[in-house]
């Protein structure tokens, strides 16, 4: 991966397998098209009563008030009406059981067996530093990449992150927020070394709350290091933020059973999708789908693309795993 992008993962949470240790020939493509997905300034706020508000189109939470009416001396109690869930929130709600029942391994290392298209990856992760071993098969790709030094958090570290809702929520938009400035930076530094000159986008062009949330938990969600309370507290928070979808009958792209969770962000204009598995274990795809766009501001347009990966298998050791493709 580009150095734009390494430092955007070494600051926050991105997922650590997907093109780590590319070549380091960044072209102005690679660039522009970082700065128009993930790498614009968010100016953005988010509060309690935005978590408690929730009416949404694919995820609604309808509540009701919870006081009493008085009429006259023989007050009458009147009780609230009960809270309607929709499809969508029940079965993220069942997930988040089922997640919270599950166990974490106490192995050290964690290899995920993948597909990125056409090409195979496996990727180990050192649960107590951090560490990341990548290895590929594919055409004209090398073999092994090098070592990604604390490429993702480390099981400690995700399990001191906030679990009781709105405080993950509020964290997780920090953490966005905080992601965009170290990333804008790496890329006005790219820009300038490459002689040229960065415009900003337009003020109106920003990413809610919502699609802030959505896109950290995707990523969280896809990390074997999160242990059963944070992916719990996840779906709960998918469950209460608006434009969310479900589908509870799907399947991932090898047939296997799933529920698919998925979100259009419209200002950046490519919708998220996760495909966990019924048990809440662990995420078996993960897709962002993103929209052609057109030359604008300079900038070369882009042809529609989909970036996929599709987790085969993920065991635990306690040694450090081979490259399992060196034959």
């Known amino acids: ?25 960044v072209t102005t493509r690679v660039v522009t098209s970082a700065r128009h997905r993930t790498m ?19 995820v609604a939470v309808t509540t009701a008030g919870t006081g009493s009416t008085t009429s006259g001396p023989g007050h009458r109690h009147v009780p609230a009406p009960p809270v309607k869930l929709t499809a969508a929130v029940r079965t993220l709600n069942k997930l988040s059981a089922a997640a919270a029942s599950t166990t974490q391994s106490t192995e050290r290392y964690v290899e995920m067996s993948e597909l990125q298209g056409s090409d195979k990856r496996t990727s180990v992760i050192d649960s107590q530093n951090g560490d990341i071993w990548t290895y590929q098969q594919g055409q004209g790709i090398p073999s092994e990449l090098p070592v990604y030094k604390a490429g993702s958090p480390t099981e400690a570290q995700f399990d001191a992150y906030p679990t ?142 989909n970036e996929s990966d599709v987790y085969q298998k993920i065991t635990w050791s306690s040694t450090l795993p081979p490259n399992p493709y060196d034959s």
């Open 164 to 305: 009781a809702m709105p405080a993950l929520r509020s964290f997780l938009i920090r953490q966005a927020r905080q992601q965009n400035a170290a990333g804008l930076r790496a890329m006005k530094a790219e820009l300038k070394k490459k002689h040229i000159k960065y415009k900003p986008f337009p003020a109106e062009i920003k990413e809610t709350p919502d699609d802030l949330v959505f896109s950290q938990a995707m990523y969280l969600l896809w990390n074997p290091l999160v242990g059963p309370s944070l992916r719990s507290a996840l779906f709960k928070v998918l469950a209460a933020t608006p434009g969310v979808v479900v589908n509870s009958h799907a399947k991932d792209a090898l047939g296997r059973p799933a529920i698919e969770i998925s979100r259009y962000d419209k200002a950046a204009n490519y919708t998220g999708e996760v495909f966990e598995s019924p048990d809440a274990s662990a995420v078996l795809e993960t897709n962002s789908f993103y929209a052609a766009t057109k030359p604008k501001d300079g900038l070369a347009g882009e042809a529609a693309r």
């Open 1 to 25: 991966m580009p150095t734009i992008d390494e430092e955007i993962l070494s600051n926050l949470m991105h997922r650590a397998t997907s093109d780590l240790c590319a070549p380091q020939e």
């Open 40 to 58: 614009r300034t968010r100016s953005l706020t988010a509060t309690a009563a935005g978590v408690a508000a929730v009416t949404a189109i694919g």
